[in-house]
């Protein structure tokens, strides 16, 4: 990032947060349209509403600072929740192996733009922060509920790994 504006840089961090929030909500989405009316829907959904208020603050932010969203969220839409309704489709511990996967992702991500934004940003690094710790959560969530006992777990969980990353520097640009 050297060869970034600080401003260069918030607009990437405002752009590809929002629109990692947006997909997550459709992960969320996408696995409920699948195990809605089993014991796991309120697990899920509490997740899901995590999300929401995570991505509501960055659309806030979107139109506060002036930043362009990524021309991508079409694609995150039905990605996000293809990803979601295929891995329940696999079963519940898919479902939570996906979310497991997704939120060690998005804890680096997290982790790496509040160590980099400065003093100046404190307000947006704190929000960061308080959002990391509930994708933690997320991550516990699933790791409780059995994610790696998922058949395949390593491959799985590497692959959607890799694929938020590519998500993830893409949209930053995009
Ligand atoms: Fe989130
Ligand atoms: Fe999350």
């Avoid at 891995?87 to 980099?116: N, S």
């Avoid at 997320?138 to 790994?161: M, V």
């Amino acid at each position: 990032m050297t060869s970034t504006t600080p401003r260069d840089y918030l607009e990437r961090v405002i752009r590809v947060d929002h629109a990692g929030e947006y997909g997550a909500k459709r992960i969320y989405q996408g696995q409920l349209a699948v195990l809605r009316g089993t014991r796991h829907e309120p697990t899920i959904r509490h997740m899901q509403e995590q999300e929401q208020e995570h991505l509501d603050t960055f659309s806030r932010l979107i139109g506060e600072r002036r930043v362009r969203p990524t021309a991508l969220l079409p694609l995150w839409h039905v990605a996000g929740f293809a990803l979601g309704a295929v891995t329940a489709a696999l079963g519940v511990r898919a479902a939570m192996a996906c979310t497991v996967a997704v939120e060690e992702a998005i804890d680096e991500h997290y982790a790496e733009q509040a160590a980099t934004l400065g003093e100046d940003e404190a307000p947006l690094r704190a929000k960061i922060e308080r959002f990391r710790a509930d994708e933690l959560e997320h991550r516990d969530i699933g790791l409780a509920n059995e994610a790696e006992l998922t058949p395949g777990y390593r491959l799985l969980s590497a692959a959607i790994k890799a694929g938020c990353k590519v998500a993830i520097s893409v949209t930053e640009r995009v």
